[in-house]
């Protein structure tokens, strides 16, 4: 059974998308996007204007692009009232975000796109008193919540947040090597390594990742071989290198 509160996406690109497959069983959903998505319409929702979701939802989800964000926050601050407003907009701080909205009901967030599972950890934060619990009722359902202080935010978004795309890198690169090697549907067989991993991970005695990587590579093997390699490539501080690259880029994206 749906919960009554109407819940509003603007913007419905990959990341709203995955947010809105997490909540559509539990809530009545409104999306406005100038592009329209089969898979969004095939859940039964119909695309409306801006002004119409805003009237229309009773919490409001900002899942745009940084770049057009401005554009969109200024047509919306005079509909809003004084609706929650979650904003996934990477790389805005809530003082821009107050500042280009004329409001401080926000609840600022960050995901990954594990949200559609549930299989996301998601950081909030907010000013002004706002009941960030009232949030994370819904919030909850995508994944599990941690409170941090903002200036965590472009460190999370480029950890967290784009891990997805760190964990699709290497998958794509074994899946190669794999079709490489002869072996087909190399994809499909990666995924079951990643989620076999994943299982390891979150059993009873939750093995670190060291650990589970300690288990495979035994001794003198073919594992701990390849694994020498790739450190003594220095692959360890290329990776840390463009990491730290990527929290830089957020915090000037925001302009915080």
Known sequence: MKDKINIGFIGAGNLGRHAILGLIDSYEINVSDPMQNQEILSLGITYISIE????NSDVIFLTIKPNISEEILSKISDYIDDKLIISFIAGMSLKKLEKLLSSKNIIRAMPSLGISNGLSPIAVCSNHGVEISSGEKILNKLGRCMEIEESKFDAFTS????????ISYLAKLLSEIASNNGFENSESLIGDVLGGTYEIHNSKNKPSF???KSMVASKGGVTEAALK????SGMDEVWKAAI????EKSKKLGGN
């Open 210 to 212: 060291e650990k589970i």
């Open 159 to 166: 950890i967290f947040g784009a891990g997805p795309a760190y």
């Open 229 to 232: 390699k790739i450190e003594s």
């Open 244 to 247: 730290e690259d990527a929290i």
């Open 52 to 55: 119409e979701l805003c009237k």
